[in-house]
């Protein structure tokens, strides 16, 4: 299985809140996962990344959680702000190479 | 320093028409992907090229679809008898090292009528 899986689909949460997308995986061969972020009309942007040697990595109000055993990982944004607002990919590396996406979440912050 | 550029921005055409799109690395990246991104979908592997290796083809989806990668630098993806289900976003993207952290374009919206 290369499928990496993204929840929610999209997801609105209140300025100041804290903002949770999970992504989840099968293939034990993944061994690096890169978080992306993307606004209209633009490319996505290299957020935040883990090792699954690491059970969580922050930079900032962006942390990334990563449950080795469920092969499950999370990225948390605390203080969502408005600017935050933006489609949020996961992604997992195969092979050294190759970058298989999440289906992407849409992220509203509001006022 | 500039990042990675994509050439044209917007390309729209008729079915049945050859289409090349433009991709610029950023300088002394040796990998190169191209992906493509439906409305509302994630991104979808194409093609990966590094250094002087074979690319790694195995995303295109048929074979009216080709990239080259010339001098290690700029690279151009193909498609030929272009098709509604064509369009979308093709995204390039480049990394320093083979694996390593990707730095996209602003990608090139291709619609085909």
């Known amino acids: 299985q290369q499928q990496v899986k993204q929840s929610p689909q999209s997801l609105i949460v209140q300025k100041g809140g804290i903002s949770i997308i999970n992504c989840a995986y099968e293939n034990t061969a993944f061994d690096y996962f890169p978080w992306y972020q993307q606004f209209p009309g633009k490319g996505p942007a290299l957020l935040i990344a883990i090792r699954p040697d690491v059970s969580e990595k922050k930079e900032g109000r962006f942390t990334i959680s990563f449950n080795k055993s469920a092969k499950q990982f999370s990225l948390h944004i605390m203080d969502s702000q408005p600017g935050d607002s933006a489609t949020y990919f996961c992604a997992g590396r195969l092979g050294g190479q190759n970058f298989v996406f999440g289906p992407g979440t849409r992220l509203s912050v509001l006022p | 320093g500039a990042g990675v550029s994509q050439s044209p921005s917007n390309k729209v055409t008729e079915k049945g028409k050859d289409v090349e799109l433009r991709c610029d690395p950023i300088s002394g990246h040796t990998a190169l992907y191209w992906y493509r991104q439906s409305l509302g979908q994630g991104l979808e592997f194409l093609i990966y090229?590094?250094?002087?290796?074979?690319?790694?083809k195995s995303g295109l989806p048929s074979d009216r679809f080709s990239a080259e990668r010339t001098g290690g630098s700029v690279s151009t993806l193909t498609i030929q008898r272009t098709q509604q289900e064509d369009s979308a976003v093709y995204l390039c993207?480049?990394?320093?090292?083979?694996?390593?952290?990707?730095?996209f374009g602003p990608g090139t919206r291709l619609t085909v009528l």
């Open positions: 993207a480049s990394s320093a090292v083979a694996g390593g952290g990707q730095y």
């Open positions: 090229f590094q250094g002087n290796s074979a690319p790694d």
